[in-house]
């Protein structure tokens, strides 16, 4: 089954982003699926363990006021956790 598993973040000042994250291609492939605001540059990162050491820049953005779909491989190994951010 491909149903999305959806996360969302927010602290105290921020407001909250739902992504949804899909494994697609029998799992070998991860779809990010993150809604965005016209004109406004967002940032995709990546790390393998919480709390991050070091965040890595995956794909930067400005969004078209619809969902941007990010897909990358399944790395095999250490698990990944993402986030987005704006810049």
């Not at 799992?27 to 990162?45: C, F, H, K």
């Amino acid at each position: 089954e491909n149903s999305p598993v959806e996360f969302e973040s927010a602290g105290a000042t921020e407001t909250p982003l739902r992504i949804a994250v899909r494994w697609v291609e029998n799992g070998s492939r991860v779809q990010l699926e993150v809604p965005t605001i016209s004109g406004i540059t967002y940032v995709m990162e990546w790390t393998e363990a919480l709390p991050a050491p070091a965040w890595q820049t995956m794909k930067e953005f400005v969004g078209e006021g619809a969902v941007q779909v990010i897909e990358e491989p399944v790395q095999s190994g250490a698990p990944r956790f993402y986030r987005v951010r704006v810049r």
